[in-house]
């Protein structure tokens, strides 16, 4: 059996001049092969216990294939894809673009991103001509919710949340309260879902997005930390117990093993871990589909603290919706997506759950 490598050509050395996140999606051009084909530059992240690569990073380089097929004065507004098979990070990932449609305001891409000869990926975004709405149009934006404070630009946030001390994102955690500007105490044993169903956080990209990567790669950073943890939001508010080892285990763990999942768990807004026995497991959760709709693409600062808001308004039959909402420090509503994600729990016949 061949020996597989995560990437088709030896990767390059980190360029230090650039922000973490652009090296880590960074693209490799495959003109010579044929047109409009790209693959992943370097080895692209697979979560400890998750069935495959991170998706983000997969939504982010789909979306910046796309963005080099189009003209300069053409910015995306909408993104919409399907999580067909899981990514191997050990393979490489070949993206296919193809041009659909050239319009006056509006240019339309389909991306598929194939391992082994099989998609496992699948999206199509929808790029406008920029100020093509004309001088006069409509417009109203959802403000940023009361109570929330901008953290202090010279105070780190904590990386563990996305991928652990190498994340090129770094964030903070804060408490969502009601329209009173009251805390809503989401860990409560009698809270409801709904009572529980926001989760408030700040992002932003470690180091300084570089100029040479334009608008386009902060766009693609957004992309990026879109999908973190955001159909996990439904285990959330339903405290599921949805760490790879049962709770009875954990004590056996080793002092770090047990730390990182506190930390974890105390970021889930749940208390400690002894306090999540006998919850309801998680036998199965992952993404079917993401969508993003971009309100304002050239007001994106990805290495600028971002408020995102995540709720969900239906879980059911196996499955859950969650809302996120990207919003700039300044207020401003920078971006909407949506995604559907199979969440199954543990039966108590023992059948592992299958897709």
Known sequence: MADRRPTLVKAPPVNESKAPIENALELTELGSIGPDLFTNTRELWHPPGARGIYGGAVIAQTLAAAQRTVPSNFVVHSYHCFFVLAGDGSVPILYHVERVREGRSFCTRTVQARQRGHAIFTVTCSFTREASGGAKTVSHAAPLPPGVTVPDEEEPGKEEVIEGDNSPFESFRCRPRDEDGKEI????????????????????????????GGHQAHLSALAYISDSYFIGTISRIHRLWR???????????????RDRLNRLNDWDGFGTLEEMRGQPEVGMMVSLDHSIYFHNPKKVRADEWMFTEMESPWAGDGRGVVMQKIFSKDGTLLATAFQEGVVRLKQEDGEKAKL
């Open 243 to 257: 760490f790879p080892v049962r709770p009875e285990d954990v004590q056996n763990l080793p002092a770090e093993a």
């Open 185 to 212: 105490t989401r860990q409560a044993e009698d809270a409801t879902p709904l009572e529980r169903r926001k989760v408030w956080q700040w992002v932003r990209a470690r180091g300084r997005i570089s100029e040479e």
